[in-house]
Structures are given as structure tokens and as C-alpha cells.
């Protein structure tokens, strides 16, 4: 079920949205003509600056590609596979430290320090 939020994102314009959205959190309206602060200039990009580039460079599987075509692989840290779900994540397979992160989030990181102890459960 949808929540008001999601429900009121659907109805009205994304400017009205994220200008009302900007005011209730930050307790100013944004001036989206001439953005002067860190977070006005955030939301102009949100609304104004579509590059298709920026897909790539928020994914962290498909910026290593990015990466390597534009200044060289070296830069890269190695990656060891890319899963589609949990269920194929198989830790025999991986050395005794690792990390698992997902590619289209912020904060979505495990570090094992020690598999031998790792509870995949949790």
C-alpha cells in the first residue's frame, strides 16, 4: 500500500513537491532561480541537470567500467563477482575477508573481518 507521501509525489508537480518537501525539512523555501546554499543547489541539480552519465556514476558495478575507460583501471579497486540475490551468494566461494556492498544504495556495505566467524544470517 502507498504510503501520503509516495501518494502526494504522484499528483503534484516535482518542483511543487521538492519545494515543499525543502521547507518542511529545512524551514526555508529553496530559491530554485539563484541557488546560493549547499542544498538549494543539491535540489536545482535534482530538477534541472539530467545526465544520463549520472546512472553510471551512482552504480557502484557500472562506475568501475566508467572508471577504467576514463583514467585507467589502476584506479579501481578489484571486485571480486556481482550477485543477483542473497540466495546466490555463496561464502565457500570467498576469501576469509571480504566485503559485500549493493550497487544502488548508500550505507547497503557488510564487512566480514573473519568468514570462519561471519553469521550469514544475520
Not at 68 to 89: A, F, H, N, R, T
Request: positive net charge; proline residues 4%.
Amino acid at each position: 500500500m502507498m504510503n501520503v507521501k509516495q501518494s502526494i509525489k504522484k499528483i503534484i508537480p516535482n518542483k511543487l513537491y521538492l519545494m515543499y518537501y525543502f521547507k518542511r525539512k529545512m524551514g526555508y523555501v529553496p530559491n530554485l532561480k539563484n541557488p546560493v546554499t549547499f542544498n538549494e543547489k543539491l535540489n536545482w541539480l535534482k530538477l534541472y541537470d539530467h545526465n544520463s552519465v549520472y546512472t553510471v556514476m551512482a552504480d557502484k558495478y557500472l562506475v568501475k567500467e566508467f572508471v577504467s575507460q576514463k583514467i585507467g583501471s589502476q584506479y579501481v579497486i578489484p571486485m571480486l563477482k556481482v550477485y543477483e540475490s542473497l540466495d546466490d551468494i555463496c561464502i565457500s566461494d570467498l576469501p576469509s575477508q571480504f566485503v559485500l556492498k549493493t550497487t544502488h544504495d548508500s550505507g547497503g556495505v557488510v564487512i566480514c573481518k573473519d568468514k570462519e566467524r561471519f553469521d550469514m544470517d544475520k
